[in-house]
């Protein structure tokens, strides 16, 4: 062996065990026992042009142990690539070039992203399979390279090296050549407790040549054998390498200790005691080194420059074909017609127009819309399109993987519900930002008499959570035309299309599909010249199932409804809300129809609206009959839509009345925001009485109020008995158009317009006067008695939540008659919040659980207090309170209802019905509400609203 490739390995050897020192984090083990064979392929085996790592005929290097990435990272700093010595110092850092696994896209020199066990292996078959078909293409020598791999044992266990590597060996992929780190060592201990399965018989079986290296440590052996290996055309070829890992290690070498984690400050001293290499200083590079290493690399990049002068005038030989443009589109007949049949159709008419354009199915060629007529590429000609990838689902998406890494546009196929064998591979689609296309056909439960293993319910929500990742859903003909227009474009993202089995009728067309692109999602069904009842969102073919309701809904009741295509839901969700309320008005009751677990649309559902999907396992049967066991049905469907829309409170549907009251407190915060700040709260509780008034008189229920602020302080509140709205449906309100004026008199945060509601009955008619209330939050709910002192309280509740009576804040309104309890809290270091208004969101803070306002007390109105029953009981805290009369007079007409006042206590129960609902409007802005925004013509408003245990925050906007 030359002393200066010695001196190279064992520089490649410290630079690796020095970044994981460095770090305190990595994989020592496979650098030091497999640096002679990465160094042969880097020095003397591999072409390949540092200042251009994107050079056509580069030899690909796919270090399938992606663990192993320090030895990569010395790799490609001391051959030239643009990693310098900084960076390998930053070795797993936030923001450096050197991640724990290799990233493609991030340093130069790595051809794939690796690190989930045997996709390296497998993304590089469907770099081989690029190579072949280029080569094919080119028929000159503009295109031979070979890809190399460097696999370890968990490569060759996982499941996806079986499936990749018996379809190189199928297609004699002779220029594949993977060497195999076989250390015998895993995490648990020897490969052999675990795995004893024979690689060589193994792969002979695939149709590979195996050869073996006797002794690592000799390049000499190790280049003769890559030589032989790259000799045979007709096979892939396995070198099992027989490696120590962690060699030269003293203690760790040959064991599982030297894997995946570092060495310590003594074993790397005596490590590089071993091979002669000082301690200090760290990332050392001889100048021996560097100069010999620099002879190479030009000698690499005169092979590259010859290859320019040579080749770069036959560009047809050597770089991707744009292929035609504008494609050829089929026309969209109005025949029902499956999607998978509609996908084929497209696909037949635009291949052969596309000649990057490469894919194929796991053996569901016919079922999947595949088999359009196109040549499948075979061990003796790649000139095909076609890939038979046989029933590999996993390993065929990690080479379609590799296709687009190599240039190529790959689409890849299976059943949706078989998508979960692949999605490993998909997942680095995504990471990596490749534009392979996914096809998955047999969409939903419709599948029918194959039963549940064969029916999709979850994998749609489950491919839509992934990032970087469009996945489509059409719901005709037009629709999957522009799916597949749409997934061609991309080329930085996949594209997951789901096609149905059966045919689904077709629906007006478009002249652009731009919609698809800029809102995901389009109106299909409408009456121009109305506004719609209802909305009905669906996609796929629950889209023609909603456009049958509609129609059921108008014929049956003339209600009319809007039915609303989103075959790209993410996309929709993530527009504009402004441009969301021109196809589904916000307020507009909405129900979103979807054969699927449908988790997502919960961020979209505002009160009134419903999401109606399913969320079980399918069942053997005809379609038909397991659509009608979901309820997907369009009589079943109309009926859901039929119960947001009318008399809904009667039908036991109470969030439909959240809408309409929050109508009301956005229109009381609408009429007081021309009265923000300009000191006067008479006038700002005038207009929001007012506006509040008149929208709840619009109600589709008969509304009485029973607690109003009117009859304590005379302001120009709703008042007490006063009767709202036009149906004969009894409810009960609570009301405050304007609770804390003090803070929108003076422009400051904390105002609101809220209200409580309840079944008649629900609240408890109490003078208007005053209560004295102490609220808590869940966790601390049992603890409280209000007959108790108040610091008594303060402790009780600062045990239950394990606080320092120091760590027990109390937020308390800043009036005279609290002065001497806030004396007292704060001088036995109770930290007290005073609030000059503001009662009932400082309640919903203490209920939310904020650490920073753990308990309520104060002397405020009854509304106030009715409204913070209600929304005590929905969120599960505890209320106490009992009367507080702040004068002679108010004394004696509590005393005249109830004798014994002075002795009662109530209960949150006592006050509300645990069935309230409780809506509140943001006026100047209240934590967590945010202030109204100007949008255009129109206001933002944000609102909350509070119903069975649930508190969600919506932004509407209004006129």
Request: aromatic letters at 6%.
């Amino acid at each position: 062996m030359n002393p200066l490739d010695e001196r190279c390995i064992t520089t490649v050897r410290m630079l690796s065990i020095d970044q994981v020192e460095t770090a305190q984090s990595g994989h020592p083990g496979l650098p030091l026992g497999l640096a002679p064979v990465a160094y042969t392929l880097f020095a003397r085996l591999m072409n390949f042009d540092p200042d251009d790592p994107t050079w056509p005929n580069r030899d690909r290097f796919i270090l399938s142990a992606g663990h192993g990435s320090a030895l990569l990272y010395s790799l490609l700093h001391l051959f030239g690539y643009e990693l310098p010595i900084e960076e390998l110092r930053r070795f797993r850092q936030l923001g450096s070039r050197t991640p724990g696994h290799p990233e493609h896209g991030l340093t130069p020199g790595v051809e794939t992203t690796t690190g989930p066990l045997g996709q390296g292996f497998a993304t590089a078959v469907g770099m081989a399979i690029g190579e072949a078909k280029l080569r094919n293409a080119a028929g000159d020598s503009s295109i031979n390279h070979y890809t190399f791999v460097l696999a370890s044992d968990g490569d060759l266990m996982e499941g996806i090296s079986h499936e990749a590597a018996s379809l190189a060996g199928s297609l004699h992929l002779g220029h594949l050549i993977v060497g195999y780190d076989s250390n015998d060592i895993t995490i648990d201990g020897p490969r052999h407790d675990s795995c004893t399965d024979d690689p060589v018989a193994r792969f002979q079986s695939y149709g590979w040549q195996v050869l073996s290296i006797s002794d690592t440590e000799d390049i000499d052996e190790i280049e003769r054998i890559y030589r032989e290996a790259m000799a045979d055309m007709e096979h892939p070829s396995l070198i099992i390498a027989p490696t120590v890992i962690g060699r030269g290690s003293p203690t760790k070498q040959g064991t599982s200790k030297a894997h995946g984690a570092p060495l310590g400050a003594d074993e790397l001293a005596a490590t590089k005691a071993a091979y002669g290499w000082p301690t200090e200083p760290t990332f050392l590079v001889p100048d021996e080194v560097k100069t010999y290493l620099a002879k190479l690399i030009a000698d690499k990049q005169a092979i590259s420059r010859v290859w320019r002068e040579t080749y770069l005038s036959q560009p047809g030989s050597t770089k991707i074909q744009p292929g035609k443009d504008p494609l050829t589109i089929p026309e969209v007949t109005t025949t029902p017609l499956a999607t998978r049949a509609a996908s084929a159709a497209f696909l037949q008419s635009v291949a052969p127009e596309l000649p990057m354009l490469i894919g194929g199915s796991a053996d569901l060629a016919e079922s999947t819309g595949l088999n359009v007529g196109l040549d499948a590429i075979t061990a003796t000609d790649f000139s095909g399109s076609v890939i038979r990838f046989g029933i590999r689902e996993h390993a065929m998406a990690a080479v379609a993987n590799g296709l687009a890494l190599y240039g190529f546009t790959p689409y890849v196929s299976t059943f949706l519900v078989f998508s979960d064998y692949l999605r490993p591979s998909l997942r680095l689609s995504a990471l990596m930002g490749l534009g392979v296309i996914y096809i998955f056909s047999h969409d939903s439960f419709a599948v029918g008499e194959d039963g549940p293993t064969h029916q999709p319910i979850e994998q749609l929500e489950g491919l839509r959570i992934i990032p970087r990742t469009n996945v489509l859903r059409p719901a005709d003909t037009f629709e999957t035309f522009a799916c597949w227009k749409q997934a061609l474009a991309e080329r930085t993202k996949p594209t997951v299309i789901a096609l149905t089995r059966q045919p689904l009728p077709q629906h007006p067309t478009t002249e652009s599909i731009d919609w698809l692109a800029t809102t995901g999602a389009r109106i299909v069904y409408d009456d121009p010249n109305t506004s719609p009842e209802v909305v009905l969102i669906a996609s796929g073919s629950e889209v023609s199932l909603a456009i049958d309701a509609a129609k059921i809904l108008k014929n049956e009741d003339d209600i009319d409804a809007r039915v609303i295509s989103v075959p790209w839901r993410e996309r929709f969700l993530a527009i504009d809300p402004r441009e969301r309320d021109v196809l589904a008005p916000t307020g507009t009751p909405r129900l979103v129809l979807e054969a699927t677990v449908g988790t997502g649309w919960y961020q979209f559902l505002s009160p009134g609206d419903r999401l109606y999907n399913v969320n079980d396992f399918g069942t053997s049967a005809p379609m038909a009959d397991v659509a009608a066991h979901f309820g997907f049905t369009s009589t079943e469907v109309a009926d859901a839509a039929l119960d947001l829309v009318v008399d809904s409170y009667r039908l036991g549907h109470p969030t439909h009345l959240v809408s309409d009251l929050l109508r009301a407190t956005e229109a009381a915060a609408c009429a007081t925001l021309e009265e923000i700040g300009l000191g006067d709260k008479n006038r700002a509780d005038a207009a929001a009485v007012a506006a509040m008034r008149e929208e709840l008189g619009r109600l589709p229920v008969s509304a009485t109020v029973i607690a109003g602020e009117g009859e304590k302080d005379h302001a120009p509140m709703l008042y007490v008995g006063e009767r709202l709205g036009t149906g004969s449906i009894d409810i009960d309100l609570a009301v405050d158009p304007l609770e804390g004026t003090n803070f929108a008199a003076t422009g400051r945060e904390g105002a609101i317009s809220v209200i409580a509601a309840a079944p008649a009955g629900g609240f408890k008619q109490l003078p208007g006067f005053y209560l004295e209330k102490l609220i808590v939050g869940e966790r601390a709910a049992g603890v409280i008695d209000i007959s108790r002192p108040l610091l008594e309280n303060v402790k009780r509740v600062s045990r239950r939540l394990g606080l320092g009576i120091g760590e027990t804040t109390v937020i308390i309104l800043d009036k005279p008659r609290h002065a001497e309890a806030i004396a007292d809290l704060r001088h036995h270091g109770v930290p007290v919040i005073e609030i000059s208004d503001g009662d009932v969101m400082a309640s919903l803070r203490v209920l939310r659980g904020d650490p920073n306002a753990v308990m309520l007390w104060g002397i405020g109105g009854t509304p106030e207090g009715i409204i913070s029953a209600a929304a005590t009981l929905a969120l599960s805290g505890q209320m106490q309170a009992r009367f507080a009369p702040q004068s002679p007079e108010e004394a004696k007409t509590v005393k005249a209802r109830y004798p014994e006042y002075e002795s009662l206590e109530f209960d949150a129960s006592d006050l509300a019905h645990a069935g309230s609902v409780v809506v509140a409007t943001s006026v100047t802005g209240a934590n967590p509400l945010a202030p109204p925004r100007a949008v255009g013509d129109l206001t933002e408003l944000e609102s909350l609203w509070i119903q069975e245990g649930r508190l969600g925050i919506i932004r509407r906007l209004v006129p």
